[in-house]
């Protein structure tokens, strides 16, 4: 379906370094299965604190965090950054200026609305457990879930009569926004009640060479 990305993204060593329960991380797998372009993947618990040991902080990423795109001798962190660096020359990225600047506002609402809320509330409830929240945590549970309902319910109503959130085909906004999204219901959200959404979600997974979360 796709041509595949920039040729210095396919003629370098890719390797994804992650823990595959992330949304964040899954994204990029997702963007390279699309694009057909192989990737290696290097997988570290973040439960057990591997992103935090001297060694990754010393030559993947100083900040502590994955996922990050290793390409050839270099590291690429933030999964957005990661996939436009996969994507770019091919359809994943809209050639229209306004189109392309569009996406970017769907991958920013992805990351500063929908994913503190929606991701943070799957991290907690089923990777953490509830009873195992701190106080402050607790005490968020219900913003978050309002802030996460509210991100769908923009998502439904975005969906009404289109296919992509962007122009007439699949971009990188809707790779974004899958992600986390699709497991949402870990989180306690009711996919039931976006239909739109749950259409939407049918169809990228309908995509060739997609691939599902571990």
Not at 9 to 20: F, G, K, M, N, T
Not at 31 to 39: E, F, G, Q, S, V
Not at 117 to 137: D, P, S
Request: aromatic letters at 10%.
């Amino acid at each position: 379906m796709f041509s595949k990305s920039h040729p210095e993204a396919e003629h370098q060593r890719l390797v994804l370094h992650e823990d595959p329960r992330s949304g964040n991380c899954y994204k990029i797998r997702l963007t390279a299965a699309l694009l057909d372009l192989p990737i290696e993947r290097v997988q570290y618990d973040i439960m057990l604190g591997d992103t935090r040991k001297p060694e990754f902080l010393r030559t993947v990423n100083a900040n502590g965090r994955i996922p990050v795109l290793q390409v050839g001798d270099r590291f690429l962190p933030e999964s957005n950054a990661a996939c436009w660096y996969l994507a770019e020359g091919s359809p994943l990225i809209p050639t229209d200026r306004f189109s392309r600047a569009d996406m970017l506002r769907w991958m920013f609402f992805e990351q500063y609305n929908h994913e503190p809320n929606i991701a943070t509330l799957r991290f907690w409830l089923l990777f953490v457990g509830e009873a195992n929240l701190g106080e402050h945590q607790r005490g968020q549970i219900m913003a978050k879930r309002a802030g996460g309902e509210a991100a769908l319910g923009l998502m439904e109503e975005h969906l009404a009569g289109r296919e992509w959130f962007v122009g007439e085909a699949v971009s990188l906004a809707d790779i974004a926004l899958y992600a986390y999204t699709h497991v949402c219901e870990a989180g306690g959200f009711r996919l039931r009640d976006y239909p739109g959404v749950c259409a939407w979600l049918r169809r990228v997974e309908g995509l060739p060479h997609y691939v599902a979360m571990d």
